[in-house]
């Protein structure tokens, strides 16, 4: 029978080993996986490593690193946890694994940058404990909706589901702007009000919801119409992603031009009766609202909600999609909209896709644009037929 | 034979119908069919002669006017006419 020492030696002689200095060229091309308890990992990390306590490894490897050829090191306080780590990975059939010679100890000796990870809390690993175990979303993930800051333009229909389930979610800042007051016929479909909030202005109704669904949550309420004449404030208070759930076309176009002019996404939804479009525009990288419908409706196709009505249920399918492509923006994650436009029949519970194309000669993301600055939005979205 | 999809704020031009068929190689031929059957829809659709600006048109998911505009052919795709909606409310 080996002793641990013999089996250390054992385990050593077949596995790959780096040292501190081989290794820190690594960083930002291999994945650093640190595999010590969670104490020793909240005291500081190799930047960009992730988290896999030794216990955990063999089920949590393969979620997180599905691709068995990629190149992992990984480490712990002084190499030996890391090379039963490795051992085992091998096992698994990971082919390009790695174990840190003396570990974390050494790597901080030479000096090498650490970084210290913010942790959660006991509170917040139980409240976000089902994020936690997706692969994709993780800890890291979880931090980074903390710090994570959305707008949403509009706290009715969309807004509503949308900034519930971004709270619940933990995005740390939600900016909410809408100038409208709580009235009866919202509740039929707009679920962060209620009738105790019945004439109270949506944006502190909204904040009231949210804060008590999730007391991390910041909310700041503006409670006004977004204008050529605030967008900027209001903007450049510096968000991830923008929730465009407005409900007049020109407020859209606006909404359009200043994220270019800012470069923060927007995720757009919009709603009618029984019909619902999602789309991401992502500036720079895919097409602007402008790009998918240069020039506004005459009003008389484009009548709004509450001219011709809409299915309470509907905001609540498309705001939840909506707050599905902001938490995978701020995550990093996943494939967005961006360039499909989700067409949603609520009747006959259909989803069509079309697809949206950047415009080379669209005047505000083009090669050539002719708006480079506010114009009188209400002004041009009534301008249509002459 | 194509299928036209009607989006719910040019169903009144159109009896109410969410899905016409139309007859045509291309769109405009299409769409001038269903003008012809619904007289009303041609002031929402066509605009001095060409594609209203404010009216989307997909063939087979993509929009028209990043193919060949109302000279696209149809080829028994599916068309969707799609104008944008403001509503968030």
């Known amino acids: 029978m080996a002793t641990y ?24 091309e291999a994945l650093f996986v640190d595999v010590r308890e969670r104490d020793e990992w909240e005291e500081g990390v190799v930047p960009g490593a992730v988290h896999i306590p030794r216990g955990n490894l063999e089920s949590r490897i393969e979620g997180l690193v599905p691709d068995r050829s990629r190149e992992i090191v990984l480490y712990c306080s002084g190499g030996s946890r890391s090379a039963f780590a490795a051992k085992a990975l091998q096992e698994l059939g990971y ?27 006991p509170d917040q690993r139980r409240r976000y404990s089902r994020h936690l175990l997706i692969p994709e979303v993780g800890e890291v993930g979880q931090e980074r ?36 007051v709580v009235d009866d016929s919202n509740l039929q479909r707009q679920i962060v009000h209620s009738t105790e909030t019945l004439g109270e202005a949506k944006v502190l109704s909204a904040k009231r919801t949210i804060e ?23 903007f450049g208070e510096g968000w991830d992603v923008i929730v465009d759930g407005a409900d007049n076309f020109p407020t859209r176009y606006l909404v359009n031009d200043a994220s270019i002019w800012h470069g923060i996404p927007v995720v757009h939804g919009s709603i009618y009766r029984f019909e619902g479009q999602v789309t991401v525009f ?18 008389e196709l484009a009548p709004s909600c509450a001219e011709g009505g809409v299915l309470g249920v509907l905001p609540g399918i498309v705001g939840s999609l909506q707050a599905n492509e902001a938490l995978k923006l701020v995550l990093g994650i996943g494939e967005s909209l961006q360039g499909r ?18 415009d080379p000669a669209c005047p505000v993301c083009g090669e050539h644009p002719t708006i480079t600055e506010y114009v009188d939005y209400v002004e041009f979205c009534q301008g249509v037929r002459g | 034979m194509t299928k036209v999809r009607i989006p719910p704020t040019l169903r009144n031009e159109v009896g109410g119908e969410r899905e016409l068929i139309g007859e045509g190689e291309t769109v405009r ?48 795709s599916s068309m969707i006419l799609l104008p944008a909606m403001a509503g968030g409310c």
């Open chain 1, 95 to 121: 082919e390009n694994i790695s174990s840190l010679t003396g570990g974390f100890t050494d790597w901080k000796r030479n000096g090498f940058p650490i970084e210290t990870p913010r942790s959660l809390s």
């Open chain 1, 145 to 180: 909706l903390l710090g994570g800051r959305v707008l949403l333009i509009g706290a009715g229909g969309l807004g509503s589901p949308a900034s519930l389930y971004l709270a619940a979610a933990g995005v740390g800042t939600l900016g909410i702007v809408d100038a409208d």
């Open chain 1, 5 to 28: 020492r013999e089996l250390l030696a054992q385990v050593k002689r077949e596995i790959d080993e780096v040292g501190a200095a081989e290794a820190r060229a690594r960083v930002g």
């Open chain 2, 29 to 76: 031929e299409v769409l001038e069919d269903l003008s012809g059957r619904y007289p009303a829809l041609e002031a929402q659709l066509f605009e001095a002669g060409g594609l209203a600006p404010f009216v989307n048109v997909y063939v087979g998911g993509e929009d028209v006017r990043t193919l060949e505009g109302l000279e696209t052919r149809v080829n028994g």
């Open chain 1, 341 to 358: 436009l989700l067409l949603l029949d609520a009747l006959g519970t259909t989803i069509d896709e079309v697809s949206v194309q950047r």
């Open chain 1, 282 to 299: 992502n500036p720079g990288e895919g097409p602007c609202y402008r790009c998918l419908f240069p020039t506004p409706p005459p009003p």
């Open chain 1, 212 to 234: 008590a669904l999730n007391p991390d949550v910041e909310v700041k309420a503006y409670e006004e119409r977004l204008t050529s004449e605030n967008v900027e404030r209001i």
